[in-house]
Each structure stands twice: as C-alpha cells, then as structure tokens.
C-alpha cells in the first residue's frame, strides 16, 4: 500500500523509552489489519529542541526541520530492530511536533482523522499520577477518536 495522506487512521505515539517498541508492534499489527496507513508521531518538549538544535551534525550546521526528522527518524529505527513490523513500510509515515505532548498528540490526531491513537503508558501509583501527571491519562481524557494504551512493562 501506498501512503495517501487522505486514509490515516492510525497514529503511533512514540517516546524513547522501552515501551516504543510494543507500541510500535501493536500500532503496526492494527494497522496491517485494517489495510491503513501508520503515522509514528513523536512529540519534542521545547526544552529539549533548544538543546538539540545547538549540536552540529558531522561538522555542518544543520536546519531545525532536518534535525527534528532525524530524530524522528532513529526513533522508529530503534523501536523497530526488536519489534516485528506488520505494516508495509512505504506506508508508515514519521511525523516529530514539538510542544506539549498530550496536547500536540491529541490534536494531532484530530486533524489526521485518526481513528484510532495508539499510547504506550507506564504504569504509576495514584500519588504518582497526581504528583507528576500522565501523558497517556491526558490523551485518554481529551482526545475526540479512541485511545488504545498498550500494556507495557515498566521501565
């Protein structure tokens, strides 16, 4: 299948953590069975592009948008070397925004026309979730098309 930015319908979230790699296994499988595109979308804090961008690659300075897609890029990569991909690879599509995460994620998937975005959470005591916030419990509450939150391991 070919990607055609006109049938989206399943967006990834990735972080660098373990868990990309499950979500990365079951966005993939869903998406394979649906015969649908796969968005893998990864969200940069401002904090962290501001670091980013003041490195160099290989002696060149680079622009923001080919740094942010790198980044992007070796993402999916690292998530996909212990992770069977499903999904024919010419219709998965890296996307990196930056700004706050469950923000950035949820309207993401609204002006895709996602059906479905898929999350990967850890899990965290009730004084955890209010002390620190859940990214995932964010999405999951305002997101307008449903949320799968695969189970992980924890970190």
Do not use: W
């Amino acid at each position: 299948m070919e990607y055609d930015e006109r049938s989206v319908t399943i967006v990834a979230t990735l972080d660098d953590s373990n868990r990309a790699s499950t979500v990365l296994s079951h966005a993939s499988t869903l998406a394979s069975d649906l015969d649908e595109p796969l968005y893998v979308l990864h969200v940069l804090r401002r904090s962290t592009l501001a670091s980013v961008l003041e490195k160099e690659v290989k002696g060149q300075a680079v622009t923001e948008n080919y740094e942010i897609q790198r980044i992007g890029d070796e993402l999916v990569e690292k998530a996909a070397v212990n992770t069977e991909i499903t999904h024919d690879p010419d219709a998965i599509k890296t996307v990196v925004r930056v700004g706050d995460p469950a923000e950035e994620i949820r309207s993401y998937g609204e002006e895709v026309g996602a059906r479905c975005i898929v999350v990967g959470g850890r899990r965290r005591s009730p004084t955890g979730k209010v002390l620190f916030g859940s990214v995932v419990q964010q999405v999951m509450l305002t997101a307008s098309v449903p949320v799968l939150n695969v189970p992980t391991e924890n970190d």
